[in-house]
C-alpha cells in the first residue's frame, strides 16, 4: 500500500507541472517582446517581426542578419521559394522516370540508378545536358534580374513571376 501511495505521489507532482500556472494580472510584456516565439531562450532577430506567413522568429544560426555580405532577407526568401518549386518538379521527374521508364527520345538511359542513367545520355548525347544547362542558365538570368529588381523596388514578392491567372 506504501508503493502505492509513493506512485501517486510523484505522479500527482510531475503533473502539476504541466498544469497551467496561476496568473495574477500582469504579463511582463518587456521580456516577452524581446524573445523568439519559436526559441523562447533566444531572442528575436529584429528582420523577423511576424509579418511573413510562418515567421515566428526562427532563426537559430542568424541568416537574416547577415546584410554585410550582400545578402538581404528578400534574397533569402527568393532562394526558399525557388528551391522548393525545383524540389518538387525533381520529385516528379524520379517517379515519372520510376514508374513510366525513361522519357521519348532518352531510351538510351536504361540503367535503374538515375546517376548511371545520367551518364549514359552523357555518352550518348551530351547535346541533351548542354541543352539543359543552356535553359538552366537561361532561366537563372530571368529568375536573378527579376529577384534584383524586386528587392530593389520592393513592388514584388519574392517568387512571384505574375505567372498566376
Request: net charge negative; charged share 15%.
Amino acid at each position: 500500500m506504501m508503493k502505492i501511495a509513493a506512485l501517486a505521489t510523484l505522479l500527482a507532482g510531475s503533473v502539476s507541472a504541466f498544469a497551467p500556472s496561476i496568473n495574477n494580472g500582469r504579463v511582463n510584456t518587456a521580456i516577452a517582446a524581446e524573445k523568439s516565439q519559436a526559441l523562447p531562450f533566444m531572442n528575436r532577430p529584429a528582420l523577423l517581426d511576424g509579418s511573413m506567413a510562418g515567421d515566428v522568429g526562427f532563426d537559430p544560426l542568424g541568416l537574416s542578419n547577415i546584410d554585410d555580405i550582400g545578402i538581404d532577407l528578400y534574397w533569402l526568401r527568393e532562394a526558399e521559394v525557388k528551391h522548393a518549386r525545383v524540389a518538387m518538379l525533381a520529385v516528379i521527374g524520379i517517379l515519372q522516370v520510376e514508374i513510366f521508364g525513361p522519357a521519348p527520345g532518352c531510351e538510351m538511359a536504361t540503367d535503374k540508378c538515375q546517376m548511371d542513367a545520367f551518364w549514359q545520355i552523357w555518352g550518348a548525347h551530351p547535346q541533351y545536358i548542354a541543352f539543359a544547362l543552356i535553359m538552366i542558365t537561361i532561366t537563372e538570368m530571368f529568375s536573378g534580374i527579376a529577384a534584383t529588381s524586386g528587392r530593389e523596388s520592393g513592388e514584388r514578392a519574392p517568387g512571384d513571376f505574375g505567372l498566376d491567372p
